[in-house]
């Protein structure tokens, strides 16, 4: 989970919201807001790992830094269970509204954007494992409030769903890539999670390593039949497919104009960030 550089110090503090509107399930909200706030600042959520902090994931990431750059916020939502797994197994975390962990992070964003005039149509969310699977949640859960997610090493959104109803709940047949689907059953999961939207979706961006033994390779596989039967594509037939790209034994697949996919072959959990990579495909 550490940089493979040493971070530039970010300019301001990271600093705790105590109250930012209905939070059920108390997850605590940390936000960094630059120095120089652009007029109309667009807003990031970077969601840590498991065993990860709001702190960690500040430190560890590249968004205060680039934050410092280009003026918008960022918030570092942080789970409230012990080990700092997000919940996205509950039925209350997978259903629009329903109360649980994508609830209190949609609240958030929503009350980021009411304090400082935030950009509604430039809010995007990203993270990393756990919080790569809490991306495709809030993708999934909240598709008005984004324009873009990029997931780096998660699962389907969905694909943790515990029958018994258990929150925060480790799902080992998902972790192992034994849950497969097709690209309408997967689609059909992140539908019923609001069901009747039918406005915009975020565009994603899927990033995993082959070697990954923590969330094993094929849930790449099944998160991209997700997002290809949300969007309509055929997913054994990506637009284009570059090699080596953005790094040498990468390779990067693109589906019309809302879908990514990039496959390190021999990375492990969790694929590293790339800050500027991800300004790119959120267009700030």
């Known amino acids: 989970m550490e940089p ?3 971070l530039k110090r970010a300019q301001a503090a990271l600093s705790r919201v105590t109250d930012f509107g209905p939070n059920s399930s ?3 909200m940390y936000i960094y807001v630059p120095t120089r706030l652009a007029a109309k600042p667009p807003v990031i ?4 790992y498991c065993t990860g902090t709001a702190q960690a994931y500040y430190s560890g990431s590249p968004y205060a830094q680039l934050a410092d ?3 918008f916020i960022v918030i570092y939502p942080e789970s409230p269970y012990s080990g700092t797994c997000w919940d996205v197994s509950s039925r209350a975390t997978l259903t629009h509204n329903g109360g649980g962990n994508s609830n209190s992070i949609a609240n958030m964003v929503n009350y980021t954007l009411n304090r400082y005039n935030g950009d509604a149509s430039k809010v995007f969310v990203t993270g990393t494992s756990s919080g790569a699977m809490m991306t495709n949640v809030m993708a999934a859960t909240y598709p008005e409030l984004f324009a873009a997610g990029i997931v780096y090493s998660g699962t389907p959104a969905g694909c943790f769903y515990s029958q018994s109803g258990g929150v925060n709940q480790w799902n080992s047949s998902c972790a192992n890539g034994q ?3 097709t690209p309408q059953v997967w689609a059909k999961m992140a539908f019923d999670m ?3 939207y039918n406005g915009s979706r975020p565009k994603m961006q899927i990033y995993h390593g082959s070697a990954d033994t923590t969330l094993n390779q094929n849930n790449y596989n099944e998160t991209i039949k997700q997002w290809c039967g949300v ?4 997913y054994t037939r990506p637009d284009t497919t570059q090699a080596n790209t953005p790094q040498s034994r990468y390779t990067t697949y693109t589906w019309g104009d809302h879908l ?4 390190a072959q021999g990375v492990g959990h969790s694929v590293p960030m790339r800050g500027s990579d991800d300004m790119k495909f959120f267009g700030l």
């Open 4 to 6: 493979t550089a040493p």
């Open 26 to 28: 108390n997850v605590k």
């Open 45 to 48: 959520v970077a969601i840590h």
């Open 69 to 71: 750059q280009k003026g």
């Open 179 to 181: 849950a497969r689907g």
């Open 194 to 196: 609001y069901p009747g």
């Open 231 to 234: 969007f309509g594509y055929d």
């Open 260 to 263: 990514v996919g990039v496959y």
